[in-house]
């Protein structure tokens, strides 16, 4: 039999940091989603995730817990009843006051790595295909015995790999660590930014032989200073 939540709580809003910390872990959410929205038994969740029903118990037992999974009925077969569980809401909303600082980092840095994954692997990939000698220059900057240490792509003789000709395809990987500018002048330069990849993004075509591009833009407030041996780091 089929419960009927029609009722059911569509949203929650999470104040405890424990039950917000495990929310944002992206592996561990892997676990809640057999039973967003839906009853569903440790068995049949277990089948569908590909691991073994007595451990995943143990981690149906923590989300009840923490009151992110609810009892919704038993079901009455030979031997043990078996229990019927239902996320406590059809989706939560977790806010940055119920995390730890180090959770929510591990969440951003999880959602990135795929895609940061992607371009290294194929900017790399680009680079390997043109078969040039082209290597890492290690070298403290101008500044002498206080200066920072420094790495980008070069060539043998020490000049710097430029792919901004047009014997290059589009192929970037720049950031700079140095960037001194008003709130103004940062805002704009965010817009301006946010402007350029609107234009391109709305003049995107898909044909035959068309590239396709991946597309990364940052910024950030430098709440923390970047690392010491690397104040400007291009890679391309």
Known sequence: ?????????????????????????????????????????????ARELGVKANSLLYRVERLVSLGLLRVVREERRQGKAVKVYRASADEFFVPFAATGAAA????????SAPLGHVLVSNSVAVMRARDLDIGVRVFRDAAGETGRVRTHLAFPDGSRVDTRGDEWPPLMDTWHGGLRLSRAQGK?????????????????????????????????????????????????
């Open 104 to 111: 929510l980092e591990d969440l951003v840095r999880a959602l």
């Open 1 to 45: 039999m089929t419960g009927d939540f029609s009722d059911w709580p569509r949203r929650a809003v999470i104040t405890d940091e424990a039950a917000g910390t495990w929310l944002v872990d992206l592996e561990a959410q892997r676990f809640l989603a057999p039973f967003l929205r839906r009853d569903c038994t440790v068995a049949r969740a």
């Open 188 to 236: 704009a330069f965010q817009r301006e930014l946010e402007d350029l990849l609107e234009k391109y993004a709305r003049i995107s075509v898909d044909e035959p032989g068309e590239l396709r591009l991946l597309a990364h833009l940052a910024l950030t407030p430098l709440v923390t200073p970047p690392p010491l041996h690397d104040s400007s780091r291009e890679a391309s």
